[in-house]
């Protein structure tokens, strides 16, 4: 079973000064930002970071003109005539073709320091997709988030909750129309195979947020909508429990741990290999030693029983006690507040 040690440790290492309040939970960063200040005339740029996991360009395009972005391969292309970030080109190569428009800063990735105890329970989500197959169905509309900042490249998770257009995260994931500008919604981010440790990047649907519609510290919850819906639609949807979940309810957690391709913890050895289920309850909170890390923030806790979200995950603690160092808030303290938006 793995879950986070400190995350105060994790906030002081991770977040600038000044950023949040002392001890409260923070995005995981897995990637790094840096002024660029390039022109585009002509030939493609290429900007090449070695063992970089993707790479991210912010634009400056005039009016009346366009950047057509690749991959090393060509596979992945997008052309944008507006200013702004791109969508994330996974690998360690972009290459960028435009006869006036100018790269302003760029952000690449890297894999995110892991801090944990115990045994790793979680694994590829398609590993469950015949022994378990509607709780692999439920997974579909589970989503990573991928966060550019001045300080850094950030990661959590997020979901779709309703048939529209809405997602919900975590607040400290993001909780601004400033941050979401940075935001990249991907969804089916995951391995093809169950013992695959790759993703097929032609299969990976990108979304932006489209406006924040509410937000929470506490309970820590951000719910925004997202563009172009119809995109996403197919993934299926999430509904929030409206009743207190019990303690001993076996759930699962669909994730993208450390920004991982998506994981499902369903078993946990702390629990003698048994299933993950809720081992505490307070008047906020859901308790579990169900493997989570960070980037994890803002996955759903599904019960097994309903296959309704019982708590969004918001905190990784200590492996110490039974009822669990993980923690949620709960789904019946969250719908009262967001059910006017759904």
């Given at each position: 079973?793995?879950v986070?040690?400190?995350?105060?440790l994790?906030?002081?290492?991770?977040v600038?000064?000044?950023?949040?309040?002392?001890?409260?939970?923070?995005a995981?960063q897995?990637?790094?930002v840096?002024?660029?200040?390039?022109?585009l005339?002509g030939?493609p740029v290429?900007?090449?970071?070695?063992?970089?996991?993707?790479?991210?360009?912010?634009l400056l395009?005039?009016p009346?003109?366009?950047?057509?972005?690749t991959?090393a391969?060509?596979?992945q292309?997008?052309t944008?005539?507006?200013?702004?970030?791109?969508y994330?080109?996974?690998?360690?190569?972009?290459?960028?073709t435009?006869?006036?428009?100018?790269?302003?800063?760029?952000?690449?990735?890297?894999?995110?320091g892991?801090k944990?105890?115990?045994?790793?329970?979680f694994?590829n989500?398609t590993?469950y997709a015949?022994?378990?197959?509607?709780?692999?169905?439920h997974s579909?509309?589970?989503?990573?988030l991928?966060?550019?900042?001045?300080?850094?490249?950030f990661?959590?998770?997020?979901?779709?909750i309703?048939?529209?257009?809405?997602?919900?995260t975590?607040?400290?994931?993001?909780?601004?129309?400033d941050?979401a500008?940075g935001?990249?919604?991907?969804?089916?981010y995951?391995?093809?195979?169950c013992d695959s440790?790759?993703?097929?990047?032609e299969?990976?649907?990108?979304?932006?947020?489209?406006?924040i519609?509410?937000?929470r510290?506490?309970?820590?919850?951000?719910?925004y909508?997202?563009?172009?819906?119809?995109?996403?639609?197919?993934?299926?949807y999430?509904?929030?429990?409206?009743?207190?979940a019990d303690v001993?309810?076996?759930v699962?957690?669909?994730?993208?741990?450390?920004?991982r391709?998506?994981?499902?913890?369903?078993h946990?050895d702390?629990?003698?290999?048994?299933?993950?289920e809720?081992?505490?309850?307070?008047?906020t909170?859901l308790?579990?030693?169900?493997?989570?890390?960070?980037?994890?923030?803002g996955?759903?806790?599904?019960s097994r029983?309903?296959?309704?979200?019982?708590?969004?995950?918001a905190l990784?603690a200590?492996?110490?006690g039974?009822?669990g160092?993980?923690s949620?808030?709960?789904?019946?303290q969250?719908?009262?507040?967001?059910?006017?938006?759904?």
């Amino acid at each position: 079973m793995k879950v986070l040690v400190s995350a105060l440790l994790l906030s002081a290492l991770l977040v600038p000064a000044g950023t949040a309040a002392a001890g409260q939970p923070q995005a995981t960063q897995d990637g790094v930002v840096a002024a660029a200040a390039q022109q585009l005339a002509g030939p493609p740029v290429t900007l090449h970071y070695p063992g970089s996991q993707y790479v991210i360009a912010q634009l400056l395009v005039p009016p009346g003109s366009s950047v057509e972005v690749t991959d090393a391969t060509g596979r992945q292309r997008r052309t944008y005539t507006a200013s702004g970030w791109t969508y994330s080109v996974e690998g360690d190569t972009m290459l960028l073709t435009s006869s006036s428009a100018r790269i302003v800063r760029t952000a690449r990735g890297f894999r995110p320091g892991e801090k944990l105890c115990g045994d790793e329970d979680f694994r590829n989500v398609t590993c469950y997709a015949k022994s378990h197959p509607w709780t692999y169905e439920h997974s579909k509309a589970v989503a990573r988030l991928r966060m550019v900042r001045p300080e850094g490249v950030f990661v959590c998770t997020a979901w779709r909750i309703g048939e529209g257009d809405r997602m919900l995260t975590n607040n400290h994931c993001f909780s601004t129309e400033d941050q979401a500008q940075g935001v990249e919604v991907q969804f089916n981010y995951q391995c093809g195979t169950c013992d695959s440790t790759t993703v097929d990047t032609e299969q990976v649907i990108k979304v932006r947020p489209a406006g924040i519609l509410t937000t929470r510290t506490n309970p820590d919850f951000t719910l925004y909508r997202v563009s172009d819906p119809g995109t996403i639609a197919h993934f299926g949807y999430l509904e929030l429990a409206t009743g207190a979940a019990d303690v001993g309810e076996p759930v699962y957690i669909p994730q993208h741990p450390a920004g991982r391709p998506k994981q499902l913890a369903i078993h946990d050895d702390q629990l003698g290999g048994n299933r993950c289920e809720i081992g505490g309850r307070s008047a906020t909170r859901l308790h579990y030693t169900c493997d989570t890390l960070g980037g994890s923030s803002g996955s759903p806790v599904l019960s097994r029983n309903s296959h309704k979200v019982i708590a969004l995950h918001a905190l990784g603690a200590t492996c110490l006690g039974t009822s669990g160092g993980n923690s949620g808030y709960r789904s019946d303290q969250i719908h009262p507040l967001i059910e006017e938006y759904l």
